[in-house]
């Protein structure tokens, strides 16, 4: 049976979620966008996973029209703070993050 997200998602689940999915790479999937994002901010694949595993929710959750969960997660990366945003959804084997985009915050927040 596949799992379902609880409506409304409240902050405290999101970040279960999130965390719990963080550690299973293979359920994380990212935009073509987000991958842009990336290589020009010089943001890697583990900064994000990290973020995903370790950062607070500063945005969110919100739904989008699409029926997905969007939230927007802050970590710190060798002294820069970094954000992901990423949209919580569900698929035939279970609940799923993609990463819509990431962001780069020059200085201290």
Not at 2 to 21: D, G, Q, Y
Not at 70 to 82: E, N
């Amino acid at each position: 049976m596949t799992p379902i997200l609880p409506f409304p998602l409240l902050p405290h689940k999101a970040l279960e979620i999130v965390r719990s999915l963080s550690t299973r790479s293979e359920r994380v999937f990212y935009t073509q966008h987000a991958r842009s994002r990336m290589v020009e901010r010089g943001i890697t694949v583990p900064c994000v996973m990290g973020c995903l595993a370790k950062g607070r929710i500063v945005e969110g959750p919100m739904l989008n029209p699409g029926g997905d969960w969007k939230v927007t997660m802050s970590w710190f990366r060798a002294g820069s703070p970094i954000q992901v945003v990423a949209a919580l959804d569900i698929d035939q084997d279970g609940t799923f993050i993609v990463v819509v985009t990431t962001i780069l915050r020059k200085g201290t927040p």
